[in-house]
């Protein structure tokens, strides 16, 4: 599927998720480089497929954190 085109402020926006996922999910991406490099081909699937599964699904969940985290406004405590 193509990615949709996006206005110059949604592509700024973009980026700037994109770069606070990078920062966020640097030690999962990590973990899950070391994960594959250290699997030989016989034994990547079955165990290691579901750590490289839970690691995804941590990524996308912080992912999501940091793309709520923006979308936060400050609100005044009830008077």
């Known amino acids: 599927m193509p990615s949709p085109s996006l206005s ?3 592509l700024a926006a973009a980026q700037a998720l994109a770069q606070a996922i990078r920062a966020a999910t640097a030690d999962e991406i990590d973990e899950l480089a070391r994960t594959l ?3 030989d081909d016989p034994h ?3 165990i290691n497929e ?3 599964r839970e690691l995804a699904h941590k ?3 912080k992912a999501l954190e940091q ?3 923006q979308k936060k406004t400050a ?3 009830p008077a």
């Open 8 to 10: 110059p402020e949604k």
């Open 37 to 39: 490099v250290s699997t």
């Open 44 to 46: 990547l699937f079955g």
């Open 50 to 52: 579901f750590k490289v």
């Open 59 to 61: 990524i996308a969940a």
């Open 67 to 69: 793309h709520l985290a």
């Open 75 to 77: 609100i005044k405590a």
